[in-house]
């Protein structure tokens, strides 16, 4: 199940063992909510197969936040480990194998972290990555163009492109799906 993270946090590998009995392995069918906006939040996912999108709703619109793939964790982290509501929904895109794990097997996990420097400190390396992912989204959305997002869409992570239904990508991008429709037409029309 952690695979790639034994890979990129060798020294934590003793640990990912001893947790890995504390996930549950589900299969989720598609367009389900794992989490709705204002719930307070009792699992965090890991996918092992399929994409998840994270979203919320702005006046009676659907906006998509954000998406995850293989390998990748999600969770409303506020709600999560602050027992508060969550700004977001969580919602499966695809069939998705999901590992689950409870609250009351994550407050397992942060207990032994007061005694586990080295798992303190890889944990905290892989929230660093996931705030200047976030850093790097927001930014995006406020310096680059609609048009600018979508060619770093195809650029940088084109399984959204080839995964994710259109409607879900324009409201990522901030716009509508006609939006959407002309911005590829003038990207295939420029390429010729």
Known sequence: MFDHLKNKFPQLTDHWEKYA???????VPARTILLLEGEVSKKSFFIEKGCLRAGFNH???DITFQFFF???AISSAESFGKNIPSMLTIETVEPCVLFVLARKDYDIIMDDLK???T???G???IAFERQLHYMKEFLSFIRDTPQERYANLLKEKP???KRVPQHYIASYLGITTVHLSRIKNK???EKR
Do not use: H, S
């Open 21 to 27: 009995g504390l996930y549950q392995r589900q299969e």
């Open 123 to 125: 944990m905290l390396d």
């Open 59 to 61: 006046n009676g619109k």
């Open 119 to 121: 798992l303190l400190a």
């Open 187 to 189: 990207m295939l029309r």
């Open 115 to 117: 005694t586990q420097p």
């Open 159 to 161: 399984q959204v492109v």
């Open 70 to 72: 293989e390998n990748e």
